[in-house]
């Protein structure tokens, strides 16, 4: 998947997902406080997982990026709501801060859900970026205003 791609429910385009860079981020979402949203979101960044929301269960899922897949609607949503389809799902118990496996293997979550990615490092640089090599072109002499085409 792209990061354009709709069915990538981590990119951050989707609707569907918050990208947590700090505590605030974390307002008056869902039956959970914000302490306990963000020791979760700790605790994912730790595991290297992602926080799923689900709402109808009120349960808190630690999942591997690569163990969510978006289940888009159908028929305009008249026939099936969106979903998340999620495998291996770990519950996160937000009253102790402690993991345990689900006892299913996949979970679908629907059709009320959102994702917590940890983002702590959007506000520093990437070690590895350069900037980008400058192209330069020269202007064509036969048109006045220097541009390319016929």
């Known amino acids: 998947m792209t990061s354009r791609d709709p069915a990538d429910v981590t990119a951050p385009m989707s609707r569907h997902n918050l990208h947590v ?14 302490t306990q949203l963000w020791a979760a979101v700790q605790r994912a960044d730790d595991d290297g997982s992602i926080v799923v929301l689900d709402y109808g269960r009120e349960q808190l899922y630690l999942v591997d990026t690569d163990d969510a897949t978006y289940l888009p609607p159908t028929a305009l949503g008249f026939a099936d709501s969106p979903g998340l389809r999620v495998r291996e799902p770990r519950t996160y118990d ?3 801060g402690t993991v345990s496996r689900a006892r ?26 350069e900037p980008p090599e400058l192209e330069y072109r020269e202007r064509p002499t036969d048109t006045p205003s220097g541009a390319i085409g016929g």
């Open 104 to 129: 299913v293997d996949t979970r679908t979550v629907a059709p009320e859900f959102d994702i917590l990615i940890p983002a702590f490092d959007w506000t520093e640089p990437d070690d590895q970026w």
């Open 21 to 34: 860079t700090q505590k605030s981020d974390l307002i008056d979402i869902g039956p959970w406080s914000q």
């Open 94 to 96: 937000p009253e102790r």
